[in-house]
Nanobody, 121 residues
Framework: QVQLVESGGGLVQAGGSLRLSCAAS????????MAWFRQAPGKEREFVAA????????FYADSVKGRFTISRDNAKKTAYLQMNSLKPEDTALYYC??????????????WGQGTQVTVSS
């Protein structure tokens, strides 16, 4: 089993920045692809970004390209999501996930509990 714990969420004004972290533990090792998803109230969960286990491959939703950056530190078993130029429509519960392969359509076997991001206008 792999446990994922997100942190770094909060309230920020539009145009501001936040950095989310996802710490892995349990049977976690660096061979998992990591991803971020988000779910806004009344909407379905959507893919945000993913990164391969070596960090060489990254994937982004069109809505966040150029504003968000996913990265990872395998020595710390932690993935990050740097979010810049935040918009009110980025408000959501952000989830970290781990799986064998990266990408918006990939299967993710492990999920965190989520961290809330609220962007005020």
């Amino acid at each position: 089993q792999v446990q994922l714990v997100e942190s770094g969420g909060g309230l920020v004004q539009a145009g501001g920045s936040l950095r989310l972290s996802c710490a892995a533990s349990g049977r976690a090792d660096s061979s998992y692809a990591m991803a971020w998803f988000r779910q806004a109230p009344g909407k379905e969960r959507e893919f945000v970004a993913a990164i391969s286990w070596r960090g060489g491959g990254t994937f982004y939703a069109d809505s966040v390209k150029g504003r968000f950056t996913i990265s990872r530190d395998n020595a710390k078993k932690t993935a990050y999501l740097q979010m810049n130029s935040l918009k009110p429509e980025d408000t959501a519960l952000y989830y970290c996930a781990a799986g064998a392969l990266p990408g918006p359509g990939a299967r993710y076997d492990y999920w965190g509990q989520g961290t809330q991001v609220t962007v005020s206008s």
